[in-house]
């Protein structure tokens, strides 16, 4: 194991839960229906296919533009309820973190996330100076589950695919990781793996403890 590449929605931080709120209470007072079905497909993905899928989804019943409004008000309670307070983080996370830090396993990020917020969201939760690499979704044309941003990070930490690890939450991520050549675990966050994930996950974990544990098994094995 020479290099762990996180995602961060839903991996490093409980983001997604939070994002999912400040999508229901727009549901709620907009009367939207189906909204955490529509965010569910959301995951994983950038900032224009998420306007693409909330704009498919409503806009027959809601009118055309629906996508930007609920965007746009979405952003507005984000931003009052966390550009001072830091997001919620994963369990487990610092831990494994630390470990990998101890243990001088290179550690970068490959986030769909623009790199300004992923750098912002990280530096108010402590954890930036623990990544040596960070890439965000504006560094790619096309997000995942294209291999592409995995292959950016790889090459930007001067590994080879094949001697990096991937830690993944979604469908897309995993299959972006799979594409790239790497190694995919998968911690499952708001959607469970189906058989397509169980197929292409090296291993697929309950949450960051066992993924830990999984490192430091292979780490005494290499011993």
Same mark, same amino acid.
């Given at each position: 194991?020479?290099?762990?590449?996180?995602?961060?929605?839903?991996?490093?931080?409980?983001?997604?839960?939070?994002?999912?709120?400040?999508?229901?209470?727009?549901?709620?007072?907009?009367?939207?229906?189906?909204?955490?079905?529509?965010?569910?497909?959301?995951?994983?993905?950038?900032?224009?296919?998420?306007?693409?899928?909330?704009?498919? %989804? #409503?806009?027959?019943?809601?009118?055309? =533009?629906?996508?930007? +409004?609920?965007? &746009?008000?979405?952003?507005? /309670?984000?931003? !009052?309820?966390?550009?001072?307070?830091?997001?919620?983080?994963?369990?487990?996370?610092?831990?494994?973190?630390?470990?990998?830090?101890?243990?001088?396993?290179?550690?970068?990020?490959?986030?769909?996330?623009?790199?300004?917020?992923?750098?912002?969201?990280?530096?108010?939760?402590?954890?930036? %100076? #623990?990544?040596?690499?960070?890439?965000? =979704?504006?560094?790619? +044309?096309?997000? &995942?589950?294209?291999?592409? /941003?995995?292959? !950016?990070?790889?090459?930007?930490?001067?590994?080879?695919?094949?001697?990096?690890?991937?830690?993944?939450?979604?469908?897309?991520?995993?299959?972006?990781?799979?594409?790239?050549?790497?190694?995919?675990?998968?911690?499952?966050?708001?959607?469970?793996?189906?058989?397509?994930?169980?197929?292409?996950?090296?291993?697929?974990?309950?949450?960051?403890?066992?993924?830990? +544990?999984?490192?430091?098994?292979?780490?005494?094995?290499?011993?």
């Amino acid at each position: 194991m020479e290099t762990v590449i996180f995602d961060m929605d839903g991996v490093i931080f409980d983001s997604e839960r939070a994002c999912l709120s400040c999508w229901s209470e727009i549901a709620e007072k907009w009367g939207l229906d189906d909204v955490e079905q529509v965010f569910r497909k959301c995951i994983g993905t950038n900032d224009y296919q998420t306007r693409m899928i909330v704009e498919e %989804s #409503y806009a027959p019943k809601y009118g055309a =533009g629906i996508s930007e +409004k609920l965007l &746009k008000e979405s952003s507005r /309670i984000w931003h !009052l309820r966390y550009d001072e307070n830091a997001l919620p983080g994963k369990a487990g996370v610092v831990e494994l973190l630390e470990f990998l830090k101890e243990n001088n396993v290179a550690v970068g990020l490959a986030s769909s996330t623009k790199k300004a917020s992923v750098e912002r969201e990280l530096k108010q939760a402590g954890l930036y %100076s #623990y990544f040596d690499s960070i890439i965000g =979704g504006d560094a790619v +044309k096309i997000s &995942k589950p294209d291999p592409e /941003i995995y292959l !950016l990070a790889c090459r930007e930490m001067g590994v080879e695919p094949k001697d990096a690890t991937a830690i993944e939450d979604s469908y897309n991520g995993i299959r972006s990781a799979y594409a790239a050549g790497m190694r995919p675990i998968m911690v499952p966050d708001m959607i469970p793996a189906d058989d397509e994930m169980r197929r292409l996950a090296a291993v697929i974990c309950r949450d960051l403890p066992e993924v830990k +544990k999984i490192f430091e098994k292979e780490m005494r094995e290499r011993v």
